[in-house]
């Protein structure tokens, strides 16, 4: 069995698409944070489709920023409907089911959330880190900075 990711690169692609469609800050937010949640592909414990969002009002309102108990209020379910309203309008996200009935609503992000191909010869760079003076820094043991 292959590895399992949740969202990471539905996640990048997001924040690109954000970009990209010039979306606002609210949408762009919760769009990365229904990323962020979602599985990146099919091959998931649960066996749920790969970038389906089904969370509820409460956890896209954490998503927009709104603590407990704030999350149940009307400004964070509004905000949090003006969001989704015009990430569905931008083409970001597909309704797969409305919420009601003690059912969430349901979303397909439309994000690219496959594993990007890695060469066998990739390298990593170590670049140097900017000295601060009078800040305490890890630096790797052995580096040469």
């Known amino acids: 069995m292959g590895e399992t990711t949740v969202g990471l690169y539905a996640a990048k692609s997001a924040v690109l698409l954000a970009a990209q469609m010039r979306l606002s800050n609210a949408s762009s937010r919760l769009l990365l944070y229904m990323a962020l949640e979602c599985w990146d592909d099919a091959n998931n414990p649960l066996g749920q489709a790969p970038r389906r969002y089904f969370a509820g009002r409460e956890s896209s309102a954490i998503g927009l920023g709104y603590l407990a108990p704030e999350t149940a209020s009307v400004k964070a379910h509004t905000a949090v409907k003006r969001a989704v309203h015009e990430l569905i309008q931008a083409g970001a996200i597909t309704r797969i089911r ?31 880190v900017p000295s601060y003076q009078g800040v305490n820094m ?8």
């Not at 059912?103 to 397909?108: C, G, I, K, M």
């Not at 890890?138 to 900075?145: D, K, L, Q």
Request: glycine share 10%.
């Open 138 to 145: 890890w630096t790797p043991e052995g580096a040469n900075f």
């Open 98 to 128: 409305a919420g009601g009935n003690g059912l969430t609503a349901e979303y397909e992000l439309q994000v690219d959330s496959t594993k990007p191909a890695t060469s066998r010869n990739s390298r990593v760079l170590i670049l140097p």
